[in-house]
């Protein structure tokens, strides 16, 4: 939305690249072709990715735009409509990235409790806004670590009380029951991000889109640096985007291991909070992830309010069922301290 735009990005044109078709191409200084065809610049607008994902998601390909993973976007946000000292607002605990990417871009970090459930007040939370006046509120649904979702009427309600641009990190929705709905339309200043490092499993190729209005997507993009995603992360998701099935497999895989996992730790007396993502957050004891990690299995570990709280990524069969081997000894050589 241009109303919230930085002042000194309301008149800044993007960087062009000539997409147009070449018999010789002498204009963007590239090295001849001597080790497997990779001496152009890739696709700066990831033309074929944009339109195959607007076909699938039913959507304009001009209402995308695609990152080095979702944290490029989150931090491309922030670039285009933070001044200095102005307030990004979020729920607490979330993704620490949201955090230091605020830092990072001269903003003012506030947070907002939840709840001891891990559950989030909705008329507290609008009351939080409309007293701290943010440029940008960021929600994660489902939460990281938490694992716990704010249901859709919620979410739009928050959208609606907000006079500022509002972040709706997806990034884990496909293990949820949440709809994949997409309220960018008719919410000018919502923005939707998603990942292809959690469902699709491909973390390494560092690939996470935005799906907002094109008018937002068009000032987002002028602060994105050219050829940010490059050719062999194009070439590898769109051949994921023609698994449909494979993904619908994995996705049920991990929702039935997350509740294998879940009822492991609570037979073993471990308080877990109900998760709808592809991890488990729960209660353990203080040195939960060091006595794990010398058996070499990591855990995430937190500090501060969060002493004695992990969260757990939901993996393999056999990789959950040694993890909570592993747990249930600590667990025993502590109680015969
Ligand atoms: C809530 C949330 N958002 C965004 C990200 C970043 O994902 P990406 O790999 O797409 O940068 C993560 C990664 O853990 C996350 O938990």
């Known amino acids: 939305m241009f109303k919230y735009l930085r002042q000194d990005i309301r008149n800044l044109k993007s960087y062009v690249v000539n997409e147009d078709d070449y018999e010789i191409k ?6 001849i072709d001597w080790i497997g065809g990779k001496n152009r610049y890739p696709n700066d607008t990831c033309s074929e990715l944009r339109r195959r994902l607007a076909k699938k998601l039913d959507k304009n390909p001009n209402e995308f735009l695609f990152g080095n993973g979702s944290s490029e976007l989150i931090e491309l946000v922030m670039k285009a409509y933070l001044e200095y000292g102005e307030k990004v607002l979020a729920i607490s ?4 990235m949201y955090r230091l990417y605020t830092i990072i871009n001269k903003g003012l970090y506030k947070e907002y409790p939840l709840d001891n459930l891990m ?3 909705v008329d507290g939370f609008i009351n939080f806004i409309r007293q701290e006046k943010p440029k940008i509120i960021i929600l994660c649904n489902p939460n990281n670590p938490t694992g716990t979702i704010i249901n859709r009427q919620d979410i739009l309600r928050i959208v609606k009380a907000s006079d500022c ?3 709706l990190d997806e990034a884990y929705i496909e293990f949820s029951d949440l709809e994949i709905e997409d309220d960018t339309r008719e919410y000018k200043n919502l923005i939707v991000l998603r990942t292809f490092s959690k469902a699709y499993g491909l973390a390494a190729i ?21 050829y940010n995603i490059n050719a062999m992360t194009q070439e590898i998701a769109l051949r994921a985007l023609e698994e449909d099935n494979l993904l619908e497999d994995n996705i049920n895989m991990i929702k039935s291991q997350r509740e294998r996992v879940r009822k492991g730790l609570e037979d073993l007396g471990l308080e877990t909070f109900p998760s709808q993502a592809n991890f488990i957050f ?8 060091s006595d794990l990690a010398k058996k070499k299995i990591l855990i995430r570990d937190y500090g501060g309010d969060l002493e004695g709280y992990f969260r757990l990524t939901i993996a393999s069969p056999d990789e959950n069922g040694k993890a909570l081997k592993a747990i249930k000894e600590v667990l025993n050589e502590k109680g015969d301290n």
């Open 119 to 121: 559950d989030l007040n």
């Open 93 to 96: 605990p979330a993704f620490s």
């Open 26 to 31: 002498l204009d963007a200084n590239e090295g």
């Open 282 to 289: 729960f209660k353990g004891y203080k040195n939960l992830a």
């Open 165 to 167: 641009m509002v972040i």
């Open 206 to 226: 560092r690939l996470g889109y935005m799906i907002g209005d094109c008018e937002t997507i068009e000032y987002i993009n002028r602060v994105r640096s050219p």
